[in-house]
Nanobody, 115 residues
Framework: VQLVVESGGGLVQAGGSLRLSCAAS????????MGWYRQAPGKQRELVAG???????NYADSVKGRFTISRDNNKNTVYLQMNSLKPEDTAAYYC?????????WGQGTQVTVSS
C-alpha cells in the first residue's frame, strides 16, 4: 500500500511553472516530515525540498528562490510550487514521508522542461 501519491507533473517551457502535489493516505502521516527528491536519467536521486510537521522547510541550493514547499495538514497534502523552471530541472520527482527514520516513497511524477 502506497502511503503517498504524487500528481501534477508534465511538460513545460523554460521559465514556466508547475505545482506538484503529494497526498498522504492517512492523516497521521501528514504530521511527519515529508518532501521531494528528484532523479534525472543517469544521475543519483537528490533532495529537492523537505518540510517538517511544524512547517520548517529546507531546499537544495539549486532550487532556492524558485521552488516553494508547503503543506496543508487538513488535506494531508504537501505541495511543491516550481517557478522559473529550467531544462536542468527535468527529472522524475518523488514524494516521500519519513516514518521513524525510514523514507516511504510515491511512484513518482515526471517533470520535463523544454528549452
Amino acid at each position: 500500500v502506497q502511503l503517498v501519491v504524487e500528481s501534477g507533473g508534465g511538460l513545460v517551457q523554460a521559465g514556466g511553472s508547475l505545482r506538484l502535489s503529494c497526498a498522504a493516505s492517512r492523516s497521521i502521516i501528514s504530521i511527519n516530515p515529508m518532501g521531494w527528491y528528484r532523479q534525472a536519467p543517469g544521475k543519483q536521486r537528490e533532495l529537492v525540498a523537505g518540510i517538517t510537521g511544524g512547517g520548517t522547510s529546507n531546499y537544495a541550493d539549486s532550487v532556492k528562490g524558485r521552488f516553494t514547499i508547503s503543506r496543508d495538514n487538513n488535506k494531508n497534502t504537501v505541495y511543491l510550487q516550481m517557478n522559473s523552471l529550467k531544462p536542468e530541472d527535468t527529472a522524475a520527482y518523488y514524494c516521500y514521508v519519513d516514518l521513524f527514520g525510514t523514507n516511504h516513497w510515491g511512484q513518482g511524477t515526471q517533470v520535463t522542461v523544454s528549452s
